[in-house]
């Protein structure tokens, strides 16, 4: 049997107690009964197998356990943040106490002994919640580690920095399984790609936001990423992919559709803004049906809940000042409403499609 | 093999960590190799201490930076204005629509419809930057002679406080400009610094650093495009510990000791401090 991953292990878990009391309920209605035999081989197997991953993982074995885990997970998060920042602060704080080769010598040595701590900790613990707190430091004294130089030896800066911290931040990220590390790769290649972009036109790098346009081919990369590497080891992954992929596209056009002088093409600003809108529209609801078809339910939500922050913008826009407030608001809770009817009509359609194929 | 592979990315993370090492240092070591670009002897006119209200002066940050100081001849001859702008934010006289072509920015007029409505172009230059030269004689010059000029309208209407008020202002300029105001003006641009070298060969008078220029949006018919230069792209020189103890005992130099600073500019045009001395107040 292929060795899973912690994810894979929990689902398993999951699954386990969830089929426990389906049988429990199948037995009380008459509908399947085990014998004793049979019964007691099931729970054998089944106590095993989460003797394993417990051991293996300490996964969660219950709802309690889940709960608490969620807040576990959380605290990870938050304390990984404050000892970022502890980091930081310390810099400044001293920095200016050593001398140049001094200087170098502690960026250096931290950069290189967090990641060691975080290989250490990653090889002795099996929750994955402290070898968050210390890869995120890692990545914070890597970032320290080039800004800080081009501080002391006056570098120009450059987007060409990204490009390193993107990559060291997806190699912690696959090898220690970390989601928190992969968004901070994702958001430092989509700045380095939108910013070289930018380049291209002419413009200096750190002006891309000007032209949303910019982040185009960054939000086509994330998107594409997921479909060409497989993800299946990485639980969480490909939907971080495709989330980020969605709102480094969406999030563009959601301002060019307000604001049309912002973009490249020289065309009349209204003009601009109409084509905008129903590239957005039109897009989320091809992400839609896209999620729907691969099955991809991050696609389908983050469609989804883009499509209807662009409508509720072009609602405000059209009708705020024309409309009693009322009325306003009267219209977006039976748009809704529509949205509800369509939604229910799609799962009863995928419903049918999945009873289909079984 | 999976647990092989987590192992081989976490070396790969390694060996990225040194690689990126070796590749700024050794950026940096190659851009104080040899003879540097060009070398100016500056004051703490040209070198203040960055500015209290800058993130970096707080009283948590023990980094110690001086600010390159820089001055621009403006296009209007009001000096009721000033004699010379500071760099950031001002607009040259020399930087008008053939300088603008000649640094690559689009100055076709937007459709009528997008009238007024662009948005700015910010590109990256190659800046030239005079120390002590016809420049700073020329606002030298400006100053004075506005001196003279408000001195002769006093004297026509001796009365008239608007007129006392600008004579104290226009002699405090002159003072200002001759004893506490940077003596390097920014005077031309370019996108190559070979052009630009050959065009200014005294490299211990004229130094080449990369800045920006920004145009911004502007409206058909006549007008004519705004740009103004922007921050120097290597504009804050780190003073090294040795350098610092130098000229001060405090925490954090507080820009009042004269101090004499040798500036090197690199190959890649990033600026280093080669030396910092005390000097006698004049």
Same mark, same amino acid.
């Given at each position: 049997?292929?060795?899973?991953?912690?994810?894979?292990?929990?689902?398993?878990?999951? #699954?386990?107690r969830? !089929?426990?009391?389906?049988? #429990?309920?199948?037995q #009380?209605?008459? +509908?399947l009964?085990?014998?004793?035999v049979?019964?007691?081989a099931v729970?054998?197997?089944?106590a095993?197998?989460l003797e394993q991953?417990a051991?293996?993982? #300490?996964?969660?074995r219950?709802?309690e356990?889940?709960?608490?885990?969620?807040?576990?997970?959380?605290?990870?998060?938050l304390?990984a943040?404050?000892?970022a920042?502890?980091v930081?602060f310390l810099f400044h704080?001293?920095?200016?106490?050593?001398d140049?080769w001094a200087?170098?010598?502690i960026?250096?040595v931290?950069?290189f002994?967090?990641?060691i701590a975080?290989?250490?900790v990653?090889?002795?613990?099996?929750t994955?919640y402290?070898?968050?707190?210390?890869?995120?430091?890692? *990545?914070?004294c890597f970032?320290?580690?080039? @800004?800080?130089?081009?501080?002391?030896?006056d570098?120009?800066?450059?987007d060409k920095?990204?490009l390193?911290?993107?990559a060291?931040?997806?190699?912690?990220?696959?090898?220690?399984d970390l989601?928190?590390?992969?968004?901070?790769?994702?958001l430092?290649?989509?700045?380095?790609?939108? @910013?070289?972009?930018?380049t291209w036109?002419g413009?200096?790098?750190?002006?891309?936001?000007q032209?949303p346009?910019?982040?185009?081919?960054?939000g086509?990369?994330?998107? @594409?990423?997921?479909?060409?590497? &497989?993800?299946?080891?990485?639980?969480?992954?490909a939907?971080?992919?495709?989330? !980020?992929g969605m709102l480094?596209w969406?999030?563009p056009v959601?301002?060019?559709?307000?604001?049309?002088?912002?973009s490249y093409l020289?065309? &009349?600003?209204?003009?601009i803004?109409?084509?905008?809108?129903?590239?957005?529209? +039109?897009?989320?609801?091809?992400?839609?049906?896209i999620?729907?078809?691969r099955?991809?339910? &991050?696609? +389908?939500?983050?469609?989804?809940?883009? !499509?209807?922050i662009?409508?509720?913008?072009k !609602?405000f826009?059209?009708?705020w000042?024309a409309?009693?407030?009322?009325? *306003?608001f009267?219209?977006l809770?039976?748009?809704?409403i529509?949205?509800?009817l369509?939604?229910?009509?799609?799962?009863?359609?995928?419903?049918?499609?999945?009873?289909?194929? @079984? | $093999?999976? =647990?092989l592979?987590?192992?081989h990315?976490?070396?790969?993370?390694?060996?990225?960590?040194?690689?990126?090492n070796?590749? /700024?240092l050794?950026?940096?070591a190659w %851009?104080?190799?040899s003879?540097?670009?060009?070398?100016?002897?500056?004051?703490?006119r040209?070198?203040?201490?960055?500015?209290?209200?800058?993130?970096?002066?707080?009283q948590e940050n023990?980094?110690?930076?001086l600010?390159?100081?820089?001055?621009?001849l403006?296009?209007?001859t009001d000096?009721d204005f000033?004699?010379?702008?500071?760099?950031a934010?001002?607009?040259?006289?020399?930087?008008?629509?053939s300088k603008l072509?000649?640094?690559?920015? %689009?100055?076709?007029? =937007?459709?009528?419809?997008?009238?007024?409505?662009g948005t700015?172009?910010v590109?990256?230059v190659?800046?030239?930057?005079e120390?002590d030269?016809?420049?700073?004689?020329a606002?030298l010059?400006r100053?004075? /002679?506005?001196v003279e000029?408000?001195?002769?309208e006093l004297?026509?209407?001796?009365d008239?406080?608007?007129?006392?008020w600008?004579?104290?202002?226009?002699?405090?300029?002159?003072q200002s400009e001759?004893?506490?105001?940077?003596?390097?003006?920014a005077?031309?641009?370019?996108?190559?610094?070979?052009?630009l070298?050959?065009?200014?060969p005294?490299?211990?008078?004229?130094?080449? $650093?990369h800045?920006?220029?920004?145009?911004g949006?502007?409206?058909a018919?006549? $007008?004519?495009?705004?740009?103004?230069?922007d921050?120097?792209?290597?504009g804050?020189v %780190?003073?090294?510990?040795?350098m610092?103890? /130098?000229?001060?005992?405090?925490?954090?130099?507080?820009g009042a000791e =004269?101090? /004499?600073?040798t500036?090197?500019?690199?190959k890649?045009l990033?600026?280093y401090?080669?030396?910092?001395? =005390?000097?006698?107040?004049?």
């Amino acid at each position: 049997m292929p060795i899973p991953t912690r994810s894979e292990a929990q689902q398993r878990a999951d #699954d386990i107690r969830i !089929f426990d009391l389906e049988l #429990d309920r199948l037995q #009380d209605e008459g +509908v399947l009964t085990l014998n004793s035999v049979q019964r007691e081989a099931v729970s054998q197997h089944h106590a095993q197998l989460l003797e394993q991953y417990a051991k293996s993982f #300490d996964i969660d074995r219950g709802t309690e356990a889940k709960k608490l885990s969620l807040g576990m997970r959380i605290a990870s998060f938050l304390g990984a943040l404050a000892l970022a920042a502890s980091v930081f602060f310390l810099f400044h704080q001293f920095w200016g106490h050593f001398d140049t080769w001094a200087q170098v010598a502690i960026l250096l040595v931290s950069a290189f002994g967090t990641l060691i701590a975080t290989m250490w900790v990653h090889g002795r613990e099996s929750t994955g919640y402290f070898t968050k707190l210390a890869a995120l430091v890692a *990545f914070a004294c890597f970032v320290l580690n080039i @800004a800080m130089l081009g501080q002391i030896f006056d570098i120009r800066p450059s987007d060409k920095a990204l490009l390193p911290w993107a990559a060291y931040a997806f190699l912690l990220a696959y090898a220690c399984d970390l989601r928190l590390l992969l968004a901070a790769g994702i958001l430092c290649m989509i700045a380095f790609i939108s @910013a070289r972009t930018g380049t291209w036109s002419g413009m200096y790098w750190l002006y891309f936001g000007q032209r949303p346009e910019n982040f185009f081919s960054a939000g086509l990369v994330m998107l @594409a990423v997921p479909s060409v590497f &497989d993800h299946r080891h990485y639980s969480g992954f490909a939907p971080i992919y495709r989330v !980020f992929g969605m709102l480094s596209w969406f999030l563009p056009v959601l301002v060019l559709s307000n604001w049309g002088t912002g973009s490249y093409l020289e065309l &009349d600003r209204g003009l601009i803004e109409g084509m905008y809108q129903v590239v957005g529209f +039109v897009g989320c609801a091809a992400a839609v049906w896209i999620g729907i078809r691969r099955h991809w339910g &991050d696609l +389908v939500n983050t469609g989804m809940t883009l !499509f209807v922050i662009l409508l509720y913008t072009k !609602f405000f826009d059209w009708w705020w000042q024309a409309m009693p407030k009322y009325l *306003f608001f009267f219209v977006l809770g039976v748009t809704a409403i529509l949205f509800l009817l369509v939604l229910r009509r799609l799962r009863g359609a995928l419903a049918m499609a999945q009873g289909a194929r @079984a | $093999m999976k =647990p092989l592979t987590r192992r081989h990315l976490l070396i790969a993370a390694a060996a990225l960590v040194a690689v990126t090492n070796a590749v /700024a240092l050794g950026g940096v070591a190659w %851009n104080r190799s040899s003879a540097p670009e060009s070398t100016l002897q500056l004051t703490e006119r040209e070198l203040p201490p960055v500015c209290a209200c800058s993130p970096l002066a707080s009283q948590e940050n023990s980094e110690f930076s001086l600010h390159l100081r820089w001055q621009v001849l403006p296009k209007q001859t009001d000096v009721d204005f000033g004699v010379a702008h500071e760099g950031a934010g001002a607009s040259p006289d020399w930087l008008g629509s053939s300088k603008l072509a000649e640094l690559g920015f %689009n100055l076709s007029k =937007p459709s009528e419809a997008r009238r007024g409505r662009g948005t700015d172009q910010v590109r990256e230059v190659v800046l030239v930057l005079e120390l002590d030269g016809p420049a700073y004689q020329a606002a030298l010059t400006r100053a004075r /002679a506005h001196v003279e000029k408000t001195r002769a309208e006093l004297a026509a209407s001796p009365d008239t406080k608007g007129h006392q008020w600008r004579l104290s202002s226009a002699e405090s300029g002159l003072q200002s400009e001759e004893r506490r105001d940077s003596r390097l003006f920014a005077i031309d641009a370019g996108l190559d610094p070979a052009v630009l070298r050959a065009r200014y060969p005294d490299r211990s008078r004229y130094a080449l $650093m990369h800045g920006r220029v920004h145009l911004g949006a502007w409206y058909a018919g006549d $007008m004519q495009p705004s740009a103004t230069l922007d921050e120097l792209s290597a504009g804050a020189v %780190n003073v090294p510990l040795p350098m610092r103890r /130098a000229i001060t005992t405090e925490d954090r130099y507080a820009g009042a000791e =004269p101090f /004499a600073a040798t500036l090197a500019i690199g190959k890649r045009l990033e600026p280093y401090l080669v030396s910092l001395e =005390p000097r006698p107040a004049r």
